[in-house]
């Protein structure tokens, strides 16, 4: 049978939260994918009609438990866990092809950032579910001697993906930012001082992990940053990116420093990255023109990264049920800093779009199957 009509089951961990059941809405359109198991925690026993009724065709399946018994014998698994709960659970499933943890415990490459961020016991980092991430050309890491180089020559993190069997989805965060900013990264266009400032909406925080914010007494008509002050668990994964994009290993990440302040407003879905650093000696001496062709040669074969035409800014209401991000660029030479935006669907392109092209790469499956670079505006 060719790879590309071949059916894979699927058993998603963690389907009554928010990102697994992203997951679930991108797997029953996907034409491999069959989901015939789907587990929770306090919701054992319940039926998937109560917790994803805008998914009809699962309606009948009834959420299992959590467990290695319950999960081996799938093709695929995917993790849709709180950080900390994935680790262990991962380790157990030594029969199944690929599994993807949605959650942190498999991302960071170095063990002192797990420490000061999460802290508990570490688990090995797994291949960075991020194709696009730019795997820069003198990398010490491992992993960059097998990325592939797109058609411009730019070497990128699907070479890795392609036949991996265990991998790390990104936080949805770390995602906006790194693709807002990882041209001007390996282009030396910035070095340092970034400022990364987003607006997220409710949906990141979970539905479990969140419901004290949930409630829309609180949300609606308010804007309140969270994790200021260099504390957002997402700071490590960023500077790791970036390290890459650089050309250089996890453990040379400190050199990037990073501000990080995240804003959530009453959106329930979608992230807006600005992103912004002192340009570069080099990069004061080039013209804007010349800035932008960095981007759109990093992102022209990218079929779910989005230069939007010069001076048209990204909006969230454009990719929310997409995997797309839409980025665009601006220079302000009075001020010296080149800026970035980013406008991603956190659970799509931030969580399970993403998981699922990179599966879709690591079993030999046209990248964007199943996936869509259609938003739902307004
Ligand atoms: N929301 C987002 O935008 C993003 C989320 N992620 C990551 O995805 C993962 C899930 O997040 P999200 O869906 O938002 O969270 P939710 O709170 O919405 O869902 C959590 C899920 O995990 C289950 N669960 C809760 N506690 C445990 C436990 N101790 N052991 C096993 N299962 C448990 C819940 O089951 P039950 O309902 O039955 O109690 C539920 O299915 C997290 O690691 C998160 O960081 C990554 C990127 C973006
Ligand atoms: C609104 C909100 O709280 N969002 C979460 C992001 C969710 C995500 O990407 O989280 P993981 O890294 O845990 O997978 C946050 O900022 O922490």
């Given at each position: 049978?060719?790879?590309?009509?071949?059916?894979?089951?699927?058993?998603?961990?963690?389907?009554?939260?928010?990102?697994?059941?992203?997951?679930?809405?991108?797997?029953?359109?996907?034409?491999?994918?069959?989901?015939?198991?789907?587990?929770?925690?306090?919701?054992?026993?319940?039926?998937?009609?109560?917790?994803?009724?805008?998914?009809?065709?699962?309606?009948?399946?009834?959420?299992?438990?959590?467990?290695?018994?319950?999960?081996?014998?799938?093709?695929?698994?995917?993790?849709?866990?709180?950080?900390?709960?994935?680790?262990?659970?991962?380790?157990?499933?030594?029969?199944?092809?690929?599994?993807?943890?949605?959650?942190?415990?498999?991302?960071?490459?170095?063990?002192?950032?797990?420490?000061?961020?999460?802290?508990?016991?570490?688990?090995?980092?797994?291949?960075?579910?991020?194709?696009?991430?730019?795997?820069?050309?003198?990398?010490?890491?491992?992993?960059?001697?097998?990325?592939?180089?797109?058609?411009?020559?730019?070497?990128?993190?699907?070479?890795n993906l392609k036949g991996a069997s265990r991998i790390a989805g990104p936080g949805c965060n770390v995602t906006a930012v790194t693709l807002a900013?990882?041209?001007?990264?390996?282009?030396?266009?910035?070095?340092?001082?970034?400022?990364?400032?987003?607006?997220?909406?409710?949906?990141?925080?979970?539905?479990?992990?969140?419901?004290?914010?949930?409630?829309?007494?609180?949300?609606?008509?308010?804007?309140?940053?969270?994790?200021?002050?260099?504390?957002?668990?997402?700071?490590?994964?960023?500077?790791?990116?970036?390290?890459?994009?650089?050309?250089?290993?996890?453990?040379?990440?400190?050199?990037?420093?990073?501000?990080?302040?995240?804003?959530?407003?009453?959106?329930s879905r979608g992230i807006m990255a600005t992103v912004c650093a002192p340009l570069s000696k080099q990069a004061q001496d080039m013209s804007d023109?010349?800035?932008?062709?960095?981007?759109?040669?990093?992102?022209?074969?990218?079929?779910?990264?989005?230069?939007?035409?010069?001076?048209?800014?990204?909006?969230?209401?454009?990719?929310?049920?997409?995997?797309?991000?839409?980025?665009?660029?601006?220079?302000?030479?009075?001020?010296?800093?080149?800026?970035?935006?980013?406008?991603?669907?956190?659970?799509?392109?931030?969580?399970?779009?993403?998981?699922?092209?990179?599966?879709?790469?690591?079993?030999?499956?046209?990248?964007?199957?199943?996936?869509?670079?259609?938003?739902?505006?307004?």
């Open positions: 049978m060719h790879k590309c009509d071949q059916k894979y089951t699927v058993a998603i961990a963690g389907a009554t939260g928010y990102a697994g059941q992203e997951a679930l809405r991108i797997m029953e359109q996907h034409p491999n994918f069959d989901v015939t198991c789907v587990t929770g925690h306090s919701s054992v026993g319940c039926s998937m009609q109560e917790y994803a009724p805008h998914i009809p065709s699962i309606a009948g399946l009834r959420v299992e438990e959590t467990s290695a018994s319950v999960l081996s014998g799938h093709d695929i698994v995917i993790l849709a866990l709180p950080h900390g709960a994935s680790g262990k659970l991962a380790s157990q499933l030594h029969d199944v092809r690929v599994v993807i943890d949605l959650g942190a415990d498999h991302r960071l490459e170095n063990p002192l950032d797990w420490d000061e961020f999460y802290g508990g016991e570490y688990y090995e980092s797994w291949a960075y579910g991020m194709p696009e991430l730019i795997m820069g050309e003198n990398s010490n890491d491992v992993d960059a001697q097998y990325s592939i180089r797109d058609c411009v020559g730019i070497p990128k993190q699907r070479g900013f990882q041209p001007a990264i390996t282009a030396g266009l910035v070095t340092s001082d970034i400022i990364a400032n987003l607006v997220v909406g409710y949906s990141g925080a979970g539905r479990k992990l969140g419901q004290a914010n949930l409630l829309a007494a609180q949300a609606l008509g308010n804007a309140v940053a969270y994790s200021v002050g260099g504390k957002h668990r997402h700071i490590p994964e960023i500077k790791q990116n970036f390290a890459h994009a650089a050309g250089l290993g996890a453990v040379d990440a400190h050199q990037f420093s990073l501000g990080f302040t995240p804003v959530l407003v009453p959106m023109d010349d800035i932008r062709q960095v981007y759109d040669d990093v992102y022209a074969t990218e079929k779910f990264i989005h230069m939007l035409p010069e001076s048209v800014l990204p909006q969230v209401s454009s990719v929310i049920g997409s995997n797309s991000a839409h980025i665009q660029i601006s220079i302000d030479r009075k001020a010296n800093l080149m800026y970035a935006f980013s406008a991603i669907d956190n659970l799509n392109r931030g969580t399970a779009g993403q998981a699922i092209q990179s599966l879709n790469i690591a079993l030999g499956l046209p990248e964007d199957a199943g996936l869509t670079t259609i938003g739902v505006a307004p």
